[in-house]
């Protein structure tokens, strides 16, 4: 691929790191106590080629919450386990045009026309992981992030962690309703603890780009070489990160990028182009719709510099 060489990734991550890194739009998100403290400078961008080459730039070593990034690699786990029909059958894989935590959304279909990327769907993902105990749950989503982002030692935020268990209500009564309709099959207050934790894993830019460049290839980590999904489920994650991975931005997101991305609260924003890379980018403030502004930003330049729309064959 001709765009696609050393020398022009980096220039097109050092462009898009300078021409946004005075931008002052957007702020942390506040209805998670923990968040509105994170320092909204941290800046940082991470590319990994299919050829597990790392380039980056910026503060890509702070951690931030991953918050709901985290739905895209519980929702590969539950395609290995039950398969990829599983999550159709289960919740849906449509996008809601809501915000992530609509709780009308669910009431329009009884949670039936949802998708694992949005919190009712989500939290009926992790449902979904298969384990005798709490703890067997927890270990296997943890360990899987990390084989994802090739590191052993990912932690939870323990600050973020108790900040959202204090807080999420909301996503409580969500599993309730989840519940109350026959799509969490267990207990919805467990399968929301888990989830919440799930969220509160520290992830930097380059983690966050290294799980990302898995997805671009094919399941394989291209860092360190280990298969993680099955090549045939891929698309299927891609497709519902294409549809619903910016929640109801999710359409102007794919106008601009044809990347399917995923964003969290946190400030995290990963985008794959499928056979080339995995990008992410760390930065806390916020759009409306809960999105990264710079992320949104630098990653759409740098896709446009790097021919990373898989929609164009030019
Ligand atoms: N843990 C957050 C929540 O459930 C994740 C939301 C997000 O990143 N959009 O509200």
Known sequence: DSKLTPDNINAALKKAYDDYKGLKEGKNADYIPALAKVDSNIYGIALVTVDGKIYTVGDVKSEVAIESISKVFTMAKVMEESGVESLPHNMGVDATGQVFNSIYAIEQHKGAEMNPLVNAGAITTT??????????????????????????????????????????QRNQAIAYLMYAYGHIKGDPMQATDIYTRQCSVGVSAKDLAVMASTLANAGVNPVTGKTLMKADDVPEALAVMATAGLYDDAGKWLYATGLPGKSGVGGGLIAVSPGKFGIAVVSPPLDEAGNSVRGQKAITDISAALGGNPYSVQ
């Open 127 to 168: 449902s979904m992981v298969k384990g005798k105990s709490y703890d067997e749950i927890w270990n296997k989503i943890l360990n899987y992030y990390g084989e994802f982002a090739g590191r052993s030692d990912l932690k939870v935020i323990e600050d973020v962690y108790k900040s959202e268990a204090d807080t999420n």
